[in-house]
C-alpha cells in the first residue's frame, strides 16, 4: 500500500510508503523496535544477524582500525548518503574524514567512502551479492570486499576494484578471493587472519 501523504513518516505510518517513497530527512528521526536502512524510498527491515557474523564484522574493524593510514577512519553500521532515498548501512565502511563535521552528519557521504564490506547471512545474499555492489560501484565506491562463510565454517573475502569507466567492480586481478588470510595493499596495506576471525 502506498500513500500521497508528504508529512514526515511516523511509528504508526512508515509503512505506508508515498507513492515517491520516502526521503531520508522524512524518516530519520523514527524509533522503531528494529534495525533498518532506506532503499529506493522503502524502509526495509535488517534481519538480525547471527553471532558468527557480528563476529566477523567486529574483528575486520579491529583488523582495520589497526592497520589504517592517514586520512582513514574506520566505522561499522554507519548509514551512507547515497541518496536522499537511499542511506544503506554497510557492515563496515572505510572513509575520509576530512571535511566531515562528525556533530552534524548523520549519515557518511558516499563520495567519502573509500571501502565497503559486506559480511554475507543467508537473509542478505541478494543484497550483498547484486544490489550493494551494484549502488556503490555507480557512486563511485573503489573497493569493495564480500565475506562469505562457506559450508566447512571458513570465511572467504571477495576482493573487488572499481572500473572507473564502466562504473563497476571487477575481481582484484592478483587476489580475487582470499582464504584463510586476506593480504591486500587497497584502500592502505592489511593483513587479515581470516581463520582467526572465527576463533570463538
Known amino acids: 500500500m502506498t500513500t500521497s501523504q508528504q508529512g514526515r513518516a511516523t511509528e504508526d505510518t512508515w509503512m505506508f510508503t ?10 530519520k528521526d523514527l524509533e522503531l523496535p528494529f534495525d533498518w536502512e532506506l532503499v529506493d524510498g522503502r524502509i526495509v527491515v535488517r534481519e538480525q544477524t547471527r553471532f558468527w557474523h557480528s563476529q566477523v564484522r567486529d574483528e575486520i574493524v579491529a583488523a582495520l582500525k589497526a592497520a589504517r593510514s592517514e586520512p582513514y577512519k574506520i566505522v561499522a553500521e554507519q548509514c551512507v548518503m547515497v541518496d536522499d532515498q ?4 554497510p557492515d563496515v565502511i572505510v572513509f575520509d574524514p576530512r571535511e566531515l563535521n562528525f556533530f552534524e552528519i548523520e549519515c557518511v557521504p558516499v563520495g567519502k567512502v573509500s571501502l565497503v564490506v559486506e559480511v554475507v547471512s543467508p537473509g542478505s545474499r541478494q543484497d550483498d551479492r547484486v544490489r550493494k555492489p551494484a549502488l556503490f560501484s555507480a557512486n563511485k565506491v573503489p573497493y569493495y570486499w564480500r565475506v ?15 572500473n572507473a569507466d564502466t562504473l563497476s567492480y571487477f575481481p582484484a586481478p ?26 570463538f
Open 148 to 162: 562469505e562463510l562457506d559450508r566447512d565454517q571458513k570465511l572467504a573475502v571477495h576482493e573487488y576494484w572499481l
Open 86 to 89: 537511499n542511506t544503506p548501512k
Open 18 to 27: 508515498p507513492a515517491d517513497g520516502w526521503t531520508f530527512d522524512q524518516v
Open 174 to 199: 592478483s587476489h580475487p578471493v582470499h582464504n584463510d588470510k586476506l593480504v591486500t595493499a587497497l584502500p592502505f596495506p592489511v593483513e587479515i587472519d581470516l581463520d582467526a576471525l572465527l576463533g
